[in-house]
């Protein structure tokens, strides 16, 4: 079905591709797919009598407008991929096991704070109460206040942190799941 | 009859790509010749813009892609084959009741025939 003149519409769909920040497995999906419909497209010009180099302009023209296209295959990549390709390359290493380390470590250090601000926090709520009535002015006060109250952001934070991390291995769990399925 | 095509269809894209593959799995190029059949005269789809849409409603977990097996005998490129899923069938009925509301309220505005 589809003839000859694939090397321009290689050409043409390498610089289409080059911009884009992907994955490499899905920059190869991505080129594989647009050739395959740039040389139906072709095919098709041809078999309604049109001549090789206006089918190849007719299948060119068809695909519409290239930097627009360009920017709809850039939005199409999911942004955690993009932001992964854009620090470390499009390496398939990179992509197959930056999110698992990153959740790890997420993980790991969130787990840490939270685990040391549950000891922290009660300990220094102790020493609040047991501080004796003498020294219990205002500005001593506000301190404690202001410990709690950094000691608490810091908890939030690490649960945050936590939360994402499982998140990403969540994902990265589905998502490799999903690819040993089909 | 004008054409549709661009902006006008941008919104619509993949709720069209949904309501074609209603008809069974498909490559992007049959996906198009499904819509110009079913549009025809007046549909004009920038072919390449197909994609990007086939992608989102990938990640979105609506339609299913696999690449075509390889003893189909065309030779070139391969070609991805995509599916609805279940998730996708849902999306698409829910998106067609949303769009038909909106016809009927705004048509009703318009004093359009609905």
């Known amino acids: 079905m589809n003839r000859k003149p694939v090397d321009p519409f290689e050409s043409l769909v390498a610089d289409l591709m080059r911009p884009v920040v992907a994955g490499s497995r899905r920059r190869r999906a991505m080129r594989e797919e647009l050739l395959a419909h740039l040389c139906q497209a072709y095919a098709e010009e041809l078999s309604l009598g049109v001549e090789e180099s206006a089918a190849r302009q007719a299948a060119v023209r068809r695909f519409g407008d290239l930097a627009d296209l360009q920017s709809q295959l850039q939005a199409s990549v999911p942004s955690f991929e993009r932001w992964l390709v854009s620090l470390f390359g499009s390496k398939e290493i990179v992509m197959s096991i930056g999110p698992r380390v990153a959740g790890w470590v997420m993980c790991f250090v969130g787990g840490a704070f939270m685990f040391g601000l549950a000891v922290v926090l009660p300990a220094t709520a102790k020493l609040a109460q047991a501080l004796p009535p003498a020294s219990q002015s205002g500005r001593v006060l ?39 399925r089909g | 009859m004008s054409s549709i095509q661009g902006d006008s269809l941008r919104g619509h894209l993949e709720t069209l790509v949904l309501s074609s593959l209603r008809r069974g799995e498909a490559h992007g190029f049959e996906i198009l010749r499904r819509l110009e059949e079913a549009g025809s005269p007046a549909l004009k ?43 996708g069938r849902k999306r698409f009925e829910q998106a067609r009741a949303e769009f038909q509301q909106f016809v009927t309220v705004i048509g009703g505005i318009l004093g359009a025939a609905v």
Request: net charge positive; proline share 4%; no cysteine.
């Open chain 1, 142 to 180: 506000d301190a404690a206040m202001t410990l709690k109250l950094s000691l608490m952001s810091l908890l939030a934070f690490s649960s945050l942190v936590t939360v994402a991390g499982l998140g990403i291995l969540a994902y990265v769990f589905v998502t490799r799941n999903k690819a040993a």
């Open chain 2, 45 to 87: 789809l920038k072919e390449g813009s197909l994609y990007p849409a086939l992608y989102r409603l990938e990640s979105a977990g609506l339609i299913k892609g696999e690449w075509e097996d390889g003893a189909t005998a065309r030779r070139g490129p391969r070609r991805r084959v995509y599916r609805l899923t279940p998730k």
